[in-house]
């Protein structure tokens, strides 16, 4: 019987045989698992000594496994930067830059421990780490009570989802399959809609209290009341969306794996590390992100004053565009290969997480804290936010419409 290395045997099990195991894999995995890499152990197999052979093939698997590894040396320079008195704006680059593939990473750690828990678990920690880098963001900028950078930055990673991601796979997927037919499972976007529909539908209220207000003095208080109970709806109802997706209607939200012979990293099935240096992978990556995190909130104001340009377009437009450029390549990526359902799945499943968990849980964070942050975006971005989902919803129902049409 061949020897089994060390890498390949943890908690008991040889890694092989939980190959035959599906553990429902989303579609943010699919997009992340499109940016890595095999990596080649046969070097590593080599050291005589099996603890340290072990945390070779950990750190080759963890931070050369991925297409973007060429950016984790932004980490360190970040914090030499931070250290050594550099400016402010080199931190603030560096520190956006740093982030890229640790958010990809966390996505593959979350897949990783998810073939040892299951799919129900697996898709709880998906579903909290899935947009933890704007979370961690958010949390920071609310310790420093930088309550406009929160709006800016979570409304910036919703658009960025519905109008650039989306927008871009739906027309890049047209252009790279002319000739071909494109189709998606309408369940999924119908969900995901009525959802961003309900998120809208409770920032539109604490903006229309303040309009129909005599005064924002007046109204100041009865919309904080009011924004923070629209907030614990939002989360039961993303709380409700979770058991309706992991478990009385999983069918419905598991991607397809139905993949090319060229596509041989998307559809391995055995996992390359252990639960347990996962699971504390995950949390030194977590840590890290912390840390870049409160680079970013403490050095965003000097770096927007040094570049000329504002705090909120750097919130709307580069925080989101930048936290996820791993994840949006990918569902980019899986629309030129003609698999629109992983596209979907990243941009609608993104941008619902964020305005039906993120957002709410960041006014539950403030009300704890006695920061006064409410769900008011003020009029052009909720105006923005309201044109962003009804196009967006529009934009599903046409093309279901017209493939349908196309049926009959």
Same mark, same amino acid.
């Given at each position: 019987?061949?020897?089994?290395?060390?890498?390949?045997?943890?908690?008991?099990?040889?890694?092989?045989?939980?190959?035959?195991?599906?553990?429902?894999?989303?579609?943010?995995?699919? =997009?992340? =698992?499109?940016?890595?890499?095999? =990596?080649?152990?046969?070097?590593?197999?080599?050291?005589?000594?099996?603890?340290?052979?072990?945390?070779?093939?950990?750190?080759?698997?963890?931070?050369?496994?991925?297409?973007?590894?060429?950016?984790?040396?932004?980490?360190?320079?970040?914090?030499?930067?931070?250290?050594?008195?550099?400016?402010?704006?080199?931190?603030?680059?560096?520190?956006?830059?740093?982030?890229?593939?640790?958010?990809?990473?966390?996505?593959?750690?979350?897949?990783?421990?998810?073939?040892?828990?299951?799919?129900?678990?697996?898709?709880?920690?998906?579903?909290?780490?899935?947009?933890?880098?704007?979370?961690?963001?958010?949390?920071?900028?609310?310790?420093?009570?930088?309550?406009?950078?929160?709006?800016?930055?979570?409304?910036?990673?919703?658009?960025?989802?519905?109008?650039?991601?989306?927008?871009?796979?739906?027309?890049?997927?047209?252009?790279?399959?002319?000739?071909?037919?494109?189709?998606?499972?309408?369940?999924?976007?119908?969900?995901?809609?009525?959802?961003?529909?309900?998120?809208?539908?409770?920032?539109?209220?604490?903006?229309?209290?303040?309009?129909?207000?005599?005064?924002?003095?007046?109204?100041?208080?009865?919309?904080?009341?009011?924004?923070?109970?629209?907030?614990?709806?939002?989360?039961?109802?993303?709380?409700?969306?979770?058991?309706?997706?992991?478990?009385?209607?999983?069918?419905?939200?598991?991607?397809?794996?139905?993949?090319?012979?060229?596509?041989?990293?998307?559809?391995?099935?055995?996992?390359?590390?252990?639960?347990?240096?996962?699971?504390?992978?995950?949390?030194?990556?977590?840590?890290?992100?912390?840390?870049?995190?409160?680079?970013?909130?403490?050095?965003?104001?000097?770096?927007?004053?040094?570049?000329?340009?504002?705090?909120?377009?750097?919130?709307?437009?580069?925080?989101?565009?930048?936290?996820?450029?791993?994840?949006?390549?990918?569902?980019?990526?899986?629309?030129?290969?003609?698999?629109?359902?992983?596209?979907?799945?990243?941009?609608?499943?993104?941008?619902?997480?964020?305005?039906?968990?993120?957002?709410?849980?960041?006014?539950?964070?403030?009300?704890?804290?006695?920061?006064?942050?409410?769900?008011?975006?003020?009029?052009?971005?909720?105006?923005?936010?309201?044109?962003?989902?009804?196009?967006?919803?529009?934009?599903?129902?046409?093309?279901?419409?017209?493939?349908?049409?196309?049926?009959?």
């Amino acid at each position: 019987m061949a020897s089994t290395e060390p890498w390949q045997m943890e908690n008991g099990n040889i890694k092989g045989l939980i190959k035959e195991t599906r553990h429902g894999r989303t579609a943010h995995n699919m =997009s992340s =698992s499109s940016l890595r890499k095999k =990596s080649d152990l046969a070097l590593v197999s080599k050291v005589p000594c099996g603890l340290v052979r072990l945390l070779l093939a950990n750190l080759q698997e963890v931070i050369l496994g991925t297409k973007l590894s060429v950016l984790f040396p932004a980490i360190p320079a970040a914090i030499v930067a931070k250290c050594y008195g550099f400016g402010d704006p080199w931190v603030f680059a560096l520190s956006l830059l740093g982030l890229t593939p640790l958010a990809e990473r966390v996505s593959f750690l979350t897949e990783q421990i998810a073939y040892y828990t299951g799919p129900t678990v697996g898709g709880l920690l998906n579903a909290t780490c899935g947009n933890a880098t704007e979370l961690i963001i958010a949390i920071f900028a609310l310790i420093q009570y930088k309550v406009d950078v929160v709006k800016y930055s979570l409304l910036g990673s919703i658009l960025s989802n519905l109008l650039l991601v989306l927008g871009t796979s739906l027309f890049c997927g047209g252009i790279a399959n002319l000739t071909k037919e494109q189709k998606f499972d309408r369940r999924q976007g119908d969900v995901n809609s009525l959802l961003l529909l309900m998120a809208l539908l409770c920032h539109l209220l604490p903006l229309m209290f303040r309009y129909t207000g005599d005064s924002v003095v007046v109204t100041a208080k009865p919309t904080l009341l009011l924004s923070r109970v629209c907030s614990i709806i939002m989360l039961i109802g993303y709380f409700a969306y979770l058991v309706f997706q992991l478990w009385t209607h999983r069918q419905f939200f598991e991607t397809q794996e139905e993949v090319d012979d060229s596509d041989d990293l998307t559809s391995q099935e055995a996992p390359v590390i252990g639960f347990w240096s996962g699971f504390a992978w995950l949390a030194a990556m977590t840590a890290v992100i912390s840390l870049l995190s409160e680079f970013v909130v403490g050095t965003i104001e000097n770096a927007s004053e040094s570049w000329g340009i504002s705090v909120s377009f750097i919130s709307i437009i580069l925080l989101p565009i930048v936290g996820n450029a791993a994840e949006h390549a990918g569902a980019i990526i899986f629309a030129f290969k003609n698999k629109l359902d992983i596209s979907l799945g990243v941009a609608l499943g993104s941008a619902t997480q964020i305005a039906m968990f993120v957002v709410p849980l960041c006014i539950v964070i403030s009300w704890i804290c006695g920061i006064k942050m409410d769900l008011d975006f003020n009029l052009l971005e909720t105006g923005s936010l309201a044109l962003s989902i009804i196009v967006t919803a529009f934009t599903l129902q046409a093309r279901s419409l017209i493939f349908f049409m196309t049926l009959s």
